[in-house]
Structure formats: structure tokens, C-alpha cells
């Protein structure tokens, strides 16, 4: 069932959520496919890598087709704009939350367009995530500052924008490929006990195991992860190409990968029930 991010908060108890970026209707289906095997929601995330390769009102109308059709509650979320153009198409493609991330702006121009993105979205039910501090990549391709989030630099964003959850900066690093990341949950309890709102990680594919499954005792909600479920699709897309040398099938040589995709993520949904 189609969901948006706040009725799911509202309807989930206290743990956290996995949210997954996919790259189209393979990686869709077998995310879901996991939420269903283990009866949890989910989330599904456009980045803008995705935009770039799908339009948003082309893979609007798949995924949230796919949503409605599913066993468990789903919400389609754009992740990472940093625009209200994207943010409107994403409205008008049926997304049922968008994200405006203005980590790398000015507090003031953070706020003003986070509650530009809160006009657009929420007449139409849609839920608003913003961004306050800075998550850094690994990929130095792409250039975002590293800035830790300051509690009460969080509550004062909350309280001028009332966005439905906010996404803090506490040591994870997006695009990690080995779970290495140091996160700092004494902030992250002090950002739980100062401000009253879903707390979104990002970069979470980094974090350890034994880490994830202490996430929702911290506030955390919606746990966002990606590269894990790249790495499955490509490493054993890459396999079964070399073991098949001679296929050409695109539909038979995914059939794998997206098995590979469906256990990873199951994997993760299942330790954050913890």
C-alpha cells in the first residue's frame, strides 16, 4: 500500500525504517519483495542520479504503481533535491514525500527553501524531510563539506520549518563501501532529547551492523541506504556474466542480481528491527 513518510512514522511504533535507493523496476521490486518476506515498510528513494537516468514523471508512476500492489506499507520519496523544480515534479509525479536538501547553503536559505518545498508538498498529503549539518561523500567526485549537526542549531531549523523529519549529520559518510563509520551517538541522543521530530542517517551502507540495530533507541526512523544494493546487483550481475559468457538476455542475466538485491536489503530491514 502507498503510504506517505509521516502516517507511516505514525503507524510503526518507535523503530526505525529502511529506505533504499533504487535505480528503476528491478531494484523496486526486489526491495519490496524483502519488506513483504519479513512483513516491515519500507521506503523507496529516487536520487538524482536515477533522475538523471529516469524522469521523474516516468518512474513516479512505476514505483508508486509498485507501492500500491505491495503487502507492506511503501512510501516513494525523492531524495536529495536541491531544487523546487524536482520537488515539483516530483509532486506531480505522485511521490508521496520529497526531501530539499540545503546542507550545503546558508541556515537562513536552508530554512526559506525548506518552507517553499513545505508549500509545494503539503497541500497534496506529501511528507517533507530537510537536512540540517552536512553528510560528506566518499566519492570526492562530488563535493559536500563535512559539518557534525549542533542540537540546538536542529531545534531552532525545526522550529522554523515543522518539517515531517530531519536528516543529521553524526559521522556517516554516504557512498561507503566497507562499514567503517564512526558514529557519534552521544550527539545523536542529545539531538533525540532536544528536538521532538523523526531523525533521518544518511550513509548508512557504512555503518556497522552492530550499530544499525542500536539506531532506533537513538530516534532514528528512516535509515537510508544505497551503495550496499548497488554493490549486490553489480558484483553479482558481474558473476553471472562471466560465468555466462555466451547470454545476452537482459532478463535472464538479472534474475541473480535481483536475488542479491532482495537478500540485501532484507538483511538490513531485519537488523533494524532490533
Known sequence: MLVNLTDMFSQ??????????????????????????VNEPVILMVNRDAARHMPLDILGPILTTLAKQAKVPVDVHLDH???????AKAVDAGFTSVMFDGSQLSFEENVD??????ALARPK????????GSVAYSDPSIQAKMIYTEPEEALRF??????????????????MVVQEAKLQF?????????????????????????????????????INIGTCLRMAFGRTL?????????????????????????QAAKQKIQLLKY
Open 12 to 37: 510503526h511504533g518507535n523503530y526505525a525504517i529502511a529506505a533504499f535507493n533504487v535505480f528503476g523496476y528491478e531494484d523496486a521490486v526486489s526491495v519490496i519483495r524483502a519488506a513483504e518476506e
Open 113 to 118: 527553501k525548506t518552507l517553499k518545498t513545505i
Open 81 to 87: 533535491s536541491v531544487d523546487l523544480e524536482s520537488i
Open 186 to 222: 552521544d550527539r545523536l541522543e542529545k539531538l533525540k532529547n532536544t528536538v521532538e521530530v523523526p531523525l533521518v542517517i544518511h550513509g548508512s551502507t557504512g555503518v556497522p551492523d552492530a550499530d544499525l540495530t542500536k539506531l532506533s533507541r537513538y530516534g532514528a526512523r528512516k
Open 158 to 175: 525545526y522550529q522554523a520549518t515543522q518539517v515531517d523529519c530531519l536528516a543529521v549529520s553524526v559521522g556517516t559518510v554516504h557512498r
Open 238 to 262: 558481474r558473476k553471472c556474466m562471466e560465468e555466462n559468457p555466451e547470454e545476452f538476455d537482459r532478463i535472464k542475466l538479472f534474475q541473480e542480481p535481483m536475488k542479491a538485491v532482495q
Open 125 to 132: 498529503n506529501i511528507s517533507v524531510e530537510a537536512e540540517i
